[in-house]
């Protein structure tokens, strides 16, 4: 059974910095890209970041550029964000979810990142 | 980026209803087009790829269609547990783009 379990989520001050953890089982994670999608309170799906298997290929949402950094390690089979200068509109739950031949069809339960002070 | 407009942004609808959402990309997507539904306090769970095929274990009830720019969803005879809310996934290019949603009520 494939289970994606986020952690690392919290109430974290605007400004501060914040990392969540993604552990990946019941499938061959070093075969999939990753992302992490984001939902704030009582809104739709916003993509944030992208890292494909062997960490070659990494993209960002606009939104997040320059203050979030998504990384893997596959030996672990844990994917990552690191989340820098937060802000309040970075307040949402976080989801990571497997992607395969274009396919995002594994989620995480997610996790919970509130931006306040 | 593309832009993924969805509507009706909510439908009320009667259980037993053919139901049937559209999407718009705002360019030529080539078919990588996803639909997700969600239920409250759930993660969005895959019901269609590649904007027509029916992943595993989704009723045969949902079916989508469409090609180019547009995009739909229909769910025949609606049952009590398709209540949830229904997101597009522009599946093509990154940025990957979400629809805004179409949320489904019990009239």
């Known amino acids: 059974e494939v289970q994606l379990v986020e952690s690392g989520g919290g109430l974290v001050q605007p400004g501060r910095s914040l990392k969540l953890s993604c552990v990946a089982s019941g499938f061959t994670f070093s075969n999939y890209g990753m992302n992490w999608i984001r939902q704030a309170p009582g809104k739709g799906l916003e993509w944030v970041a992208y890292?494909?298997?062997?960490?070659?290929?990494?993209y960002y949402a606009e939104t997040v550029k320059g203050r979030f950094t998504i990384s893997r390690d596959n030996a672990k089979n844990t994917l990552y964000l690191q989340m820098t200068s937060l802000r309040s509109e970075d307040t949402a739950l976080y989801y990571c979810?497997?992607?395969?031949?274009?396919?995002?069809?594994?989620w995480g339960q997610g996790v919970m990142v509130t931006v306040s002070s | 980026d593309i832009q993924m407009t969805q509507s009706p942004s909510s439908l009320s609808v009667s259980l037993g209803d053919n139901v049937t959402f559209t999407c718009e990309a705002s360019e030529n997507i080539y078919g990588f087009l996803a639909w997700y539904q969600q239920k409250l306090g759930k993660a969005p769970k895959l019901l269609i790829y590649g904007a027509t095929n029916l992943e595993d274990g989704v009723p045969t009830r949902f079916s989508g269609s469409g090609s180019w720019t547009n995009y739909s969803l229909t769910i025949s005879s609606l049952e009590p547990e398709d209540i949830a809310t229904y997101y597009c996934?522009?599946?093509?290019?990154?940025?990957?783009?979400f629809g805004s949603g179409t949320k489904l009520e019990i009239k």
């Open positions: 979810a497997s992607r395969l031949h274009g396919v995002i069809r594994d």
């Open positions: 890292i494909s298997s062997g960490s070659s290929y990494i």
């Open positions: 996934q522009n599946n093509h290019v990154y940025p990957l783009t």
